[in-house]
């Protein structure tokens, strides 16, 4: 199973996350669940950093991937940037609801990172 944990401010707004773990839906390499979980965290990441030009701190590696927001963003720029991760929150929660079982969704409160 795969876990994401959705990193929210203090305030409550996501400002990161941390996805990792093999969904388990079929064979690794062809595992629609996790190709999915893969698109939507990386087009966050590119949304973020290529869409907004974000020096966000990420790492991608063989399954495991997570992002922080930096600290000090305008609130133009967080706002924005909470547009991007709500957005990939949603198609996770999708994907989760459509495959049950294999995808399983956790928010952390309170993480310093401010706006």
């Given at each position: 199973m795969t876990s994401v944990e959705?990193?929210?401010?203090r305030f409550g707004q996501l400002c990161g996350f941390h996805a990792g773990g093999h969904a388990g839906?079929?064979?690794?390499?062809?595992?629609?669940v996790c190709?999915?979980?893969?698109?939507?965290?990386?087009?966050?990441?590119?949304?973020?950093?290529?869409g907004l030009g974000l020096d966000v701190s990420y790492s991608i590696e063989d399954g495991d991937i997570s992002m922080?927001?930096?600290?000090?963003?305008t609130q133009e720029q967080y706002n924005y940037a909470h547009i991007i991760l709500?957005?990939?929150?949603?198609?996770?929660?999708?994907?989760?609801?459509?495959?049950?079982?294999?995808?399983?969704?956790?928010?952390?409160r309170g993480s310093e990172t401010k706006h």
């Amino acid at each position: 199973m795969t876990s994401v944990e959705l990193f929210r401010s203090r305030f409550g707004q996501l400002c990161g996350f941390h996805a990792g773990g093999h969904a388990g839906y079929m064979d690794y390499g062809e595992d629609i669940v996790c190709a999915a979980i893969s698109a939507l965290t990386q087009a966050a990441i590119l949304g973020l950093t290529d869409g907004l030009g974000l020096d966000v701190s990420y790492s991608i590696e063989d399954g495991d991937i997570s992002m922080q927001l930096p600290e000090g963003l305008t609130q133009e720029q967080y706002n924005y940037a909470h547009i991007i991760l709500d957005t990939m929150r949603l198609g996770l929660l999708s994907v989760s609801e459509s495959q049950p079982g294999f995808l399983v969704l956790r928010d952390k409160r309170g993480s310093e990172t401010k706006h």
